[in-house]
C-alpha cells in the first residue's frame, strides 16, 4: 500500500493507518514482515499466509513504550526505518523495568533508492508523531508536550550520590534522549550555588527544558535561581525535568510514582525517568513558599522538615559513598541518640470551603512604572495567608497544643526518599501541604516501625497515637531555642522560626501520563 494512505478498519481493532509488507532487518535476506500501524500500535505478522487475517500479531510494539524512529539508506537501493523502544519488562517476581528494543525493516519497494527512502521516511515520520503523548483532559489541568527536535540544558553534579552521576547520565540517559531526538549540552556544576547562578543569568530562550541530574538539592538550586530573575514568571513555565542522580532522589521517584510505576531504585528509576523525558508530557507543579525569622525567602518544591527526619538526612551526608544505604545507617545512629525538641507547631487545615476559593499565591498582574508603554518586572507571588513572624498566628489556625516533637516535616510530594513513601496521596499540584508530626514518647520500636511501614506507605494504618497527619494551606514552626537540624528539600537551613505556604502551579515539571 502506498505511503500515507488510508486503510479500511481492521476487525477488532482500530483503524489502519499505514500497511505494507518489509523486510525484517536493514539486510538484504529478511523474511517478509506485514505492517500494519494504527494510532497506538504497529502490528507486526509473518507475510506469506503464516497469520490468518484477524488473528493475533506475531508482535504488537505498543507506540505508548516508543521513544524514537529513524529512516536511513540501506543497502542495493534499499532504505530502512527503525523503531526504538521501551516497554516495561521483568521478571514475575521483580518490579518491571523499562528495557530497550529495537525493530528495524527494510523498505525495497522498486530499485528506486529515493522512492525507498521517501517510504521509509514517511514510516518513520508518522511512527514519531503517533508516539507523542496525548494530552490528558481533565478539568483545571494544563499540560504540554516538548517540542521535537528538543534542546536540553542538563545540570549535573558529578559529586552527587555516590559519584557516579555523570557516569550513569553518559550511560543510560545520553544515548535514550539521542534516540528520541533531544540534544543535550551538559553543565557540570563545580562549587555550590554554581547552578542557582546559571539558572539566574542565563539566556533561558535558547532551551526547551532544564534537566537537573543530580539529588534534590540541585533542583532547589534551580528554582531558586529562577525566582530571582527578573522575568521570574516566563521562567517558571520553562519545563524542569528532574534525573536521579543523588542519594534520596525524592522528587524522581515521586514522579515514577504519579506515572503509575512499580518502585525502583538506581538505574532503573534513571531509566524510568530518563523514559519519562524522552516522551515529554509536562504539567504544572506546586511551590512552597517559606520565610525565615532572618528574613530569608525561599520556594520548595519537595518538603521542610525539623528533628529526627532532618537529623538523619544531614548527619549521614559524610556516608554519601554507600548512595540510598547511607540513610539506613543514619536512621539507626539516629535512632540510638533520639532526641526531643521543643517548638511551638502552628497550621491552617484544609476545610471544604478552602476548596472552593481562587488558588492562593496567584502572580499578581505587572504594575505599571510610570513610563509610558513600560511595566515593572512582576512582583513574586504574595504569601496572602500568612502574618509576619513577629505577630500570633491568625485565630483561625490551629495550633498544636504539644510542644515536645520528636520530628516535624511538611511533604508537599508522595515520597520522601526513593524508598520512603510519605504521602501517597500527594499530587503535583493538589495546593496540599502534607503535615506530618511526631509527637514526644514515642518508643525506638515504633519509630522504626513507622519508617519501615513508610517504604510502603501504610505507616498511618499502624494507628500510631504519637504520629499525627494534618492536610495544610500553610504552617509555622517556632522552635523554643536554636537547637536541631532544619531542611529544606534536603539543604541544611539555621533553626530559627519559619512558616511557609503552598502556592499553587507555580512551575512546570516534566511528568508521565
Known amino acids: 500500500m502506498a505511503a500515507g494512505r488510508r486503510a479500511p478498519p481492521e476487525p477488532g481493532g482500530g483503524p489502519v493507518l499505514l500497511q505494507g509488507v518489509f523486510g525484517a532487518g536493514a539486510a538484504p535476506g529478511g523474511a517478509?514482515?506485514?505492517?500494519?500501524?494504527?494510532?497506538?500500535?504497529?502490528?507486526?505478522?509473518?507475510?506469506?499466509?503464516?497469520?490468518?487475517?484477524?488473528?493475533?500479531?506475531?508482535?504488537?510494539?505498543?507506540?505508548?513504550?516508543?521513544?524514537?524512529?529513524?529512516?536511513?539508506?540501506?543497502?542495493?537501493?534499499?532504505?530502512?526505518?527503525?523503531?526504538?523502544?521501551?516497554?516495561l519488562r521483568g521478571p514475575r517476581w521483580a518490579a518491571p523495568s523499562r528495557q530497550r528494543v529495537e525493530r528495524v525493516f527494510r523498505v525495497s519497494l522498486g530499485p528506486d533508492a529515493d522512492t525507498n527512502l521517501r517510504v521509509a521516511q514517511a514510516w518513520s515520520r508518522r511512527i514519531r508523531q503517533l508516539a507523542l503523548p496525548a494530552l490528558p483532559r481533565r478539568h483545571g489541568d494544563s499540560y504540554g508536550v516538548l517540542p521535537r527536535p528538543c534542546r536540553a540544558l542538563v545540570l549535573l553534579n558529578p559529586q552527587s550520590g555516590a559519584g557516579r552521576a555523570l557516569e550513569d547520565f553518559q550511560a543510560v540517559a545520553q544515548p535514550m534522549l539521542a534516540e528520541a531526538d533531544i540534544a543535550t549540552t551538559v553543565f557540570i556544576t563545580e562549587r555550590p550555588h554554581h547552578a542557582h547562578e546559571k539558572v539566574r543569568d542565563e539566556d533561558l530562550s535558547?532551551?526547551?527544558?532544564?534537566?537537573?541530574?543530580?539529588?534534590?538539592?540541585?533542583?532547589?538550586?534551580?528554582?531558586?535561581?529562577?525566582?530571582?530573575?527578573?522575568?521570574?514568571?516566563?521562567?517558571?513555565?520553562?519545563?524542569?525535568?528532574?534525573?536521579?542522580g543523588g542519594s534520596g532522589n525524592a522528587l524522581a521517584a515521586s514522579i515514577n510514582y504519579y506515572a503509575g510505576n512499580d518502585h525502583v531504585a538506581k538505574k532503573k528509576l534513571l531509566t524510568n525517568c530518563t523514559f519519562i523525558l524522552c516522551k515529554g508530557l509536562h504539567t504544572e507543579m506546586d511551590l512552597v513558599s517559606l520565610s525565615t525569622a532572618s528574613g530569608k525567602r525561599l520556594f520548595s518544591f519537595l518538603g521542610f522538615g525539623w528533628g529526627f527526619i532532618s537529623d538523619v538526612d544531614i548527619d549521614s551526608e559524610k556516608y554519601r559513598c554507600l548512595g540510598n544505604a547511607r540513610f539506613t545507617v543514619g536512621t539507626l545512629q539516629c535512632l540510638a541518640k533520639l532526641r526531643v525538641y521543643q517548638g511551638r507547631l502552628s497550621y491552617l487545615p484544609?476545610?471544604?470551603?478552602?476548596?472552593?476559593?481562587?488558588?492562593?499565591?496567584?502572580?499578581?498582574?505587572?504594575?505599571?512604572?510610570?513610563?509610558?508603554?513600560?511595566?515593572?518586572?512582576?512582583?513574586?507571588?504574595?504569601?496572602?495567608?500568612?502574618?509576619?513572624?513577629?505577630?500570633?498566628?491568625?485565630?483561625?489556625w490551629t495550633v498544636v497544643p504539644e510542644e515536645e516533637f520528636v520530628t516535624v516535616y511538611a511533604i508537599y510530594q508522595s515520597h520522601l526518599g526513593t524508598n520512603l513513601l510519605m504521602a501517597p496521596a500527594a499530587q503535583l499540584h493538589d495546593g496540599c501541604i502534607?503535615?506530618?508530626?511526631?509527637?514526644?514518647?514515642?518508643?525506638r520500636v515504633a519509630l522504626l516501625r513507622i519508617f519501615l511501614a513508610m517504604a510502603k506507605g501504610t505507616h498511618l494504618d499502624l494507628n500510631c497515637p504519637h504520629l499525627c497527619y494534618v492536610p495544610v494551606r500553610a504552617f509555622r514552626l517556632e522552635p523554643r531555642v536554636a537547637s536541631g537540624i532544619m531542611t529544606v528539600d534536603g539543604e541544611a537551613l539555621a533553626c530559627e522560626p519559619v512558616q511557609g505556604q503552598v502556592h499553587s502551579r507555580l512551575c512546570r515539571i516534566v511528568c508521565g501520563s
Open 350 to 396: 484544609i476545610v471544604p470551603e478552602q476548596d472552593t476559593l481562587p488558588a492562593p499565591g496567584d502572580p499578581p498582574a505587572p504594575v505599571p512604572d510610570g513610563q509610558a508603554g513600560c511595566t515593572a518586572p512582576p512582583a513574586l507571588p504574595a504569601d496572602s495567608l500568612l502574618v509576619p513572624l513577629s505577630q500570633p498566628v491568625p485565630e483561625h
Open 434 to 443: 502534607h503535615l506530618f508530626y511526631l509527637k514526644a514518647g514515642i518508643s
Open 206 to 244: 535558547q532551551w526547551d527544558t532544564l534537566v537537573i541530574m543530580s539529588g534534590d538539592g540541585l533542583l532547589h538550586e534551580v528554582v531558586n535561581g529562577l525566582m530571582e530573575r527578573p522575568d521570574w514568571a516566563d521562567a517558571m513555565k520553562k519545563p524542569l525535568c528532574i534525573l536521579p
Open 32 to 87: 517478509p514482515c506485514a505492517l500494519a500501524l494504527t494510532a497506538t500500535e504497529l502490528r507486526v505478522r509473518r507475510a506469506g499466509g503464516c497469520s490468518p487475517r484477524g488473528s493475533s500479531p506475531d508482535a504488537s510494539l505498543r507506540l505508548a513504550d516508543c521513544v524514537g524512529s529513524d529512516a536511513f539508506p540501506a543497502a542495493a537501493a534499499a532504505a530502512a526505518f527503525s523503531l526504538v523502544l521501551y516497554p
